[in-house]
């Protein structure tokens, strides 16, 4: 974020509480259409990004408190790209995504931390093909008004979901770290 | 083909005295032609056939291990025939023996013209594709080339057909080359062949 963003968004956090209207507001749509979550991962060194189309979030979040907040997103897998015509044609099956008899990955929060200057800690459960492990991802937050923008980014090595099994568990090929980065831009409902 | 008296009438005949005279007079490829040439012959053959062989593999982590190491050996090969193209501009080839038909000089000419071009143009349609299907070619994993064309998978296709349809001609032309070699060296009799092979005493 800019100097100047975070000066002008100071100013109208300093304008709100200086006219008494208060800034908590309870962020709890996602828009979909304007959010977006990608990830990266290597194949013999050559980087590799791809993204997920079709998702979708329940979520509940007020700056102002931000340890009662909660965010549940399930991301179809289907709607994966994984960034070459060849890698898609592999990564439905049964040693990828298995898509079949997983057709959603699961991300359910337990705790959000607040760490000050709009930085938050978010951990919950991330679940991909039967595989539930507790993760941890650092989240910015940004609101102009009535629209908050999240962004982060954490890694997970694919091993641990069992994404990529067989011959394909050779690290040396596709290196186990997959980076995800995402963009979710909510809008507080009435 | 020919009667018994056929190579007496050959060493007795004008021809071979023309193409004594050319062969005295005139010197022999450089060893650094002469090295770049066989090098690259069994460098580029092997890059070939390896090409067409894992083209045919199913998706597996060998594939794509085989794969990069087309890549990389694509991009040192390219590499290779640009030093081996600066070596030839800077050290001209040997003149063609003079008793060669015009048309036939034109041709070996062209060939020659030919067989650099698909040297040059193959790996560069190879990076190209590797670019359009979603894959940067980092050269041995370390060294990133640009990405000349963005991911676009049906450019990808074309340049994949592009790429194998340089290798057929590729492949057409050194037969041709060849064919012409051995057609030098034992119907025209001249050193045609001779003058690229690995020299065996002092010059």
Redesign the interface.
Known sequence: MTLSHNLWFGSIVALAAASGVATAADFNVVEVTQSKISFHYT??????GGGFSKFSAQLSFDPTKAEAAHISLDVQLSSVDA?????N??IPGKEWLDTQHFPVAHFESVAVKSLGADKFQVTGNLSIKGHVHAITVPVSFASRVNQGQFDGSFSFNRIDYGIGEG??A?L???ANPIQVTFKLLATAGK | MCSPAAPARFLASRRFKLQLDFVSQNPRYTHTAVAFHWLLAVALGGAVIFGFYVHGLHMSPSRIRMVNWHKWVGVTLFLLVLLRLLWRVTHPAPPLPPTMHPLVRLGANLSHIGLYFLMLAIPVTGWLMSSAKGFRTVWFGLVPLPNLVGRDAQLGIRLLELHETLNWLLIALVVLHSAAALKHHFIDRDDVLVRMLPARTKQ
């Open positions: 194949e013999m060194g050559v980087g590799i960034g070459a015509a060849e890698a044609e592999e011959e394909w050779d040396s090929v596709i």
